[in-house]
């Protein structure tokens, strides 16, 4: 048995072969590796792209993409909060790591702007639905909510 030896495949001047997809590409479609003998990446930028995004889910929140296409499917395919926007950011609990949900960039913005505070965003809630926050000052610096 001899080594195997993997397949020709023609590639011009000012192309490479990605090793990943199996397509042959422009050199702009390369990050630069000075010590790679051809000064290009082994892999084509959106190979890259796609293995840093399947790595940060995975140190990040501990799931796979397969995992994340499950939560969205069980969410019907909208952020769970608005029920509208293409759920593209994965939501986790900053005190546990524990995932929530997969939000869209909106939302997530949103809880993150009220530091997951739950009183803050009960409050923001409030106030929309026209319902004023008016505080007692009961001593000076502490505010008393009405009931």
Not at 17 to 34: M, Q
Not at 126 to 134: L, M
Request: charged share 25%; net charge positive; hydrophobic share 30%.
């Amino acid at each position: 048995m001899g080594k195997s030896v993997r397949e020709h495949v023609d590639v011009p001047d000012g192309h490479k072969l990605c090793r990943t997809c199996g397509e042959v590409k422009p050199h702009r479609e390369w990050h630069r590796n000075a010590t790679a003998s051809d000064g290009l990446s082994t892999r084509c930028k959106s190979c890259r792209a796609a293995q840093s995004r399947r790595d940060h889910l995975k140190r990040q929140y501990g799931i796979t993409e397969a995992e994340r296409d499950e939560l969205v499917a069980s969410q019907g395919g909208v952020c769970c909060i608005c029920l509208a926007a293409l759920p593209e950011h994965v939501d986790h609990c900053h005190k546990t790591g524990r995932v929530r949900g997969v939000l869209c960039f909106s939302c997530n913005a949103a809880l993150g702007q009220f530091k997951d505070r739950p009183d803050a965003i009960r409050r923001a809630a409030a106030y929309v639905e026209g319902i004023a926050w008016k505080p007692t000052l009961v001593a000076p610096g502490v505010y008393q909510l009405p009931s």
